[in-house]
């Protein structure tokens, strides 16, 4: 149950780049727990990033925040929690803009979930 071979097949670069940081690994969904990381193209070996659909990828993720200024000319920055269903966060919108009347214009926030996957590798 730990999501099968994925992260163990890439293992670590066989060069003497090699150092202990797992690419392929990546923490488990939940809220704010995606953390972007950069990573690099090791001599010899190929890394391919691509939208993750496998069966156990993390879900598509839904939110909205808000884009209002406020009255010194800075952003709201209100945000709802992410959900897997596209309507709860406008159900939060709604909530926000009767908490702030002149609140109304607001962006979606998805998150789609990615996954690297080492070529080449024997
Ligand atoms: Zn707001």
């Not at 202990?20 to 939940?30: A, D, L, V």
């Not at 995606?34 to 070996?45: A, E, I, L, Y």
């Not at 803009?97 to 024997?122: F, L, N």
Request: with cysteine.
């Amino acid at each position: 149950m730990d999501g099968g071979t994925r992260g163990r097949a890439a293992g670590e670069p066989r060069a003497t780049l090699a150092r202990r940081n797992r690419p392929s690994e990546r923490t488990k969904p939940g809220r704010g727990a995606v953390t972007t990381t950069t990573r690099r193209t090791f001599r010899f070996v190929n890394w391919t990033l691509r939208p993750d659909q496998d069966d156990d990828a993390p879900p598509l993720m839904y939110g909205f925040r808000c884009l209002a200024l406020t009255d010194d000319d800075t952003g709201c920055a209100a945000k709802s929690s992410l959900s897997k269903d596209p309507t709860e966060p406008q159900t939060w919108a709604f909530a926000h803009r009767r908490e702030h009347p002149e609140h109304t214009s607001y962006a979606e926030v998805i998150e789609r979930p990615w996954v690297m996957w080492r070529e080449g590798s024997t």
